[in-house]
């Protein structure tokens, strides 16, 4: 059995301001978002983590490096964990994209790509393929993967074994922790979006 711990990353500015971020930002974790992750990584120490993957953007680095830091474990940047590309829309506040995206059905949502940008199929292929091949090269193990909001987000119908519409309900925290079994390729929910480590 595997165990999977996805961190969403630390605050930044842009996720204070309600914007979203451009692909691969440089915007680094803000005062908030360093003590987020500081006690983040306190709290998951009891699962006894074996190794880390971490998206390639810089906020999700850092939040990797915090943790590994803390719990003197190894971080590994991978590719495929990164946030969804959303092209021209990068940068815009969530109300504005979600104006766009509100008068479409849920079909024409899925296949929508932003200019030059990424559609939602294509982002949740990405992702569903980064995370089982994560798993599948560490079999019986505890493993960490820092990533994003969206990412968690849209991972959530292959989680949880059902549609993509699912995916639509949760708005993952910034350092919120996921947790996941997966048994023989079935996952079970262990805890969603848990903050209680942060009040």
């Known amino acids: 059995m595997e165990r999977l711990i996805l961190i969403r990353h630390g605050e930044t500015s842009k996720n204070s301001n309600g914007k979203m971020h451009d692909s ?7 005062e908030t978002g360093i003590v987020q ?22 906020r999700a680095v850092q939040s990797a490096t915090i943790i590994g830091q ?29 104006a ?19 559609s939602w199929q294509i982002f949740e292929n990405r992702l569903n393929t980064a995370i089982d091949k994560i798993l599948d090269d560490n079999p019986n193990k505890t493993i960490i ?25 949760y708005v993952p925290d910034n350092a919120s922790v996921t947790i996941f079994d ?6 079970s929910q262990i805890v969603i979006n848990d903050t209680t480590h942060l009040q």
């Open 24 to 30: 691969f930002d440089p915007e680094e974790l803000n």
């Open 70 to 98: 803390l719990l003197g474990i190894e971080y590994i940047e991978t590719d495929g964990l990164h946030e969804r590309n959303w092209g021209i829309l990068s940068g815009k506040p969530w109300p504005e994209i979600q």
């Open 182 to 187: 997966r048994n023989n390729g079935i996952f």
């Open 37 to 58: 992750i500081q006690k983040t990584a306190k709290a998951i120490t009891n699962h006894k983590p074996d190794i880390i993957y971490c998206s390639k953007e810089k």
């Open 100 to 118: 766009i995206l509100d008068p479409m059905s849920l079909e024409e949502r899925y296949s929508y790509t932003p200019p030059a940008g990424e």
């Open 145 to 169: 993967v820092v990533t994003h909001g969206g990412f968690i987000r849209v991972l959530m119908p292959h989680l949880l074994h059902t549609s993509k519409e699912e995916s639509l309900k």
